[in-house]
């Protein structure tokens, strides 16, 4: 995998923040509703998204994640945000140490430097934001810097082929010419858009 050699907890910290602001976005109306991601209905997306803060956080400290929960559960209908905010918390307990970025992370998908394992995370929520977004009727972009970044990021370290298999993820999506860099994003990951557009 391609890396920056910048210093991802930037970029990471944005996308978190974004996160929370879509998590405070979401009524209890909208947990069982529907979301791209045709696995998670938007309670388990949020508790998806959340699992990827807290299985980072294992990474970081050098833990398997092979037993940890890909989706948190058992949280109040209201206590999503600030279930978020905690996790993140604890995960920049750990991250927040500069040495973890280059400390080498065993990961289901391989062993990488900290800051390749930080980064696949950003990809995470930022296209899982994306997909929260247009599930329960927000703003789906992200800060267009934010977006640009991981997308330029996500060019490279998961290249259009090959697709499938071992990398998880399917065939680029062409992408509207008026697709934000928070959509192209989702289109480069292989998530068809079109349909949830406003």
Same mark, same amino acid.
């Given at each position: 995998?391609? $890396?920056?050699?910048?210093?991802?907890?930037?970029?990471?910290?944005?996308?978190?923040?974004?996160?929370?602001?879509?998590?405070? %976005?979401? $009524?209890?109306?909208?947990?069982?509703?529907?979301?791209?991601?045709?696995?998670?209905?938007?309670?388990?997306?949020?508790?998806?998204?959340?699992?990827?803060?807290?299985?980072?956080?294992?990474? &970081?400290? %050098?833990?398997?994640?092979?037993?940890?929960?890909?989706?948190?559960?058992?949280?109040?209908?209201?206590?999503?945000?600030? $279930?978020?905010?905690?996790?993140?918390?604890?995960?920049?307990?750990?991250?927040?140490?500069?040495?973890?970025?280059?400390?080498?992370?065993?990961?289901?998908?391989?062993?990488?430097?900290?800051?390749?394992?930080?980064?696949?995370?950003?990809?995470?929520?930022?296209?899982?934001?994306?997909?929260?977004?247009?599930?329960? %009727?927000?703003?789906?972009?992200?800060?267009?810097?934010?977006?640009?970044?991981?997308?330029?990021?996500?060019?490279?370290?998961?290249?259009?082929?090959?697709?499938? %298999?071992?990398?998880?993820?399917?065939?680029?999506?062409?992408?509207?010419?008026?697709?934000?860099?928070?959509?192209?994003?989702?289109?480069?990951?292989?998530?068809?858009?079109?349909?949830?557009? &406003?």
């Amino acid at each position: 995998m391609t $890396t920056t050699t910048a210093d991802p907890r930037p970029l990471f910290h944005a996308a978190l923040a974004w996160a929370h602001d879509l998590f405070a %976005g979401v $009524t209890p109306d909208q947990l069982t509703g529907p979301t791209p991601c045709t696995e998670f209905d938007v309670r388990a997306l949020m508790g998806h998204l959340t699992a990827t803060i807290e299985r980072g956080r294992l990474l &970081g400290l %050098g833990e398997s994640v092979a037993d940890a929960p890909e989706v948190i559960t058992g949280v109040a209908d209201d206590a999503w945000p600030a $279930t978020l905010d905690g996790t993140a918390d604890r995960y920049w307990q750990v991250w927040n140490d500069d040495a973890v970025l280059d400390r080498a992370v065993v990961a289901p998908w391989g062993t990488f430097p900290g800051r390749a394992a930080m980064l696949v995370s950003l990809n995470e929520v930022l296209v899982h934001g994306w997909d929260l977004a247009v599930a329960t %009727g927000q703003p789906s972009e992200a800060d267009s810097a934010l977006a640009e970044a991981a997308l330029a990021i996500m060019q490279k370290a998961l290249p259009e082929s090959p697709r499938g %298999g071992f990398v998880p993820f399917g065939p680029v999506v062409p992408t509207a010419d008026d697709a934000g860099a928070t959509e192209r994003l989702v289109n480069w990951a292989g998530r068809e858009s079109a349909p949830w557009r &406003g």
